[in-house]
């Protein structure tokens, strides 16, 4: 019963560096989702795929940031150039269909930009 | 603009004193309220979904509840192990998160 893995758990980059983040949904799942979380904020919806199509990436960066969901393997989230202010929790959720609205969250992965 | 509002931020109970969290909302169209859990360096954990003002939820200690401005988690006689930040969650057109509550319950 493997629930929505993510890793790398921890990523330490310099300013700069490109990050790839990757998320494995839950089995039978198809929706994706990430959110980034800062110290003291809540949860910010980023961006929403399907496999293969991006559905909604209205919070997303415009600059940098992009997320794809391929049909095979996982979905990756990737910041190029970092900053300081990219640091933070980057959590990916998965729902089971565009009607199952109830996500399920992974573990995150600490982003820390030196 | 859609939003969320949580309060109060931080809580803190004695074991068996019963309170409620309280979660307002602004959103077009709202297709579903979620309450989460959060354990601290973990993500969030699911446990309720709402769909209509009326509509109510039990899991163990926990109640939530939903009008058309707001939702309620009531928590009857809480534990130290419920401790933790409980997040609130709308979906309209997109979903937005609270900033949560911040629970601890004092053995």
């Known amino acids: 019963n493997a629930g929505v893995m993510q890793n790398p758990r921890h990523l330490v980059r310099r300013r700069g560096q490109e990050a790839r983040l990757r998320c494995s949904p839950m089995k039978g799942h198809s929706h994706v989702y990430w959110y980034r979380q800062l110290p003291e904020e809540g949860l910010k919806f980023m961006v929403y795929l399907q496999k293969e199509n991006i559905i909604d990436e209205s919070g997303m960066p415009k600059e940098r940031f992009s997320a794809e969901f391929p049909k095979e393997g996982p979905s990756i989230l990737r910041i190029q150039q970092v900053v300081r202010g990219d640091s933070a929790a980057y959590f990916c959720?998965?729902?089971?269909?565009?009607?199952?609205?109830?996500?399920?969250f992974g573990p995150g992965t600490r982003l820390t930009v030196t | 603009e859609d939003q969320v509002t949580q309060s109060p931020e931080a809580l803190r109970l004695q074991e068996g004193e019963s309170s409620s969290l309280n979660c307002s909302y602004t959103v077009s169209g709202l297709r579903g309220l979620f309450w989460y859990r959060q354990d601290p360096g973990k993500g969030p954990e699911f446990l309720f979904t709402?769909?209509?003002a009326g509509e109510e939820k039990e899991k163990e200690r926990l109640k939530a509840t939903l009008t058309k401005k707001e939702s309620f988690l009531h928590i009857t006689a809480p534990k130290p192990e419920d401790s933790a930040t409980y997040l609130c969650a709308v979906l309209g057109n997109q979903f937005y998160f609270g900033t949560g509550t911040s629970l601890t319950v004092i053995p």
């Open positions: 959720a998965s729902s089971g269909g565009a009607l199952a609205y109830e996500q399920y």
């Open positions: 709402l769909y209509s």
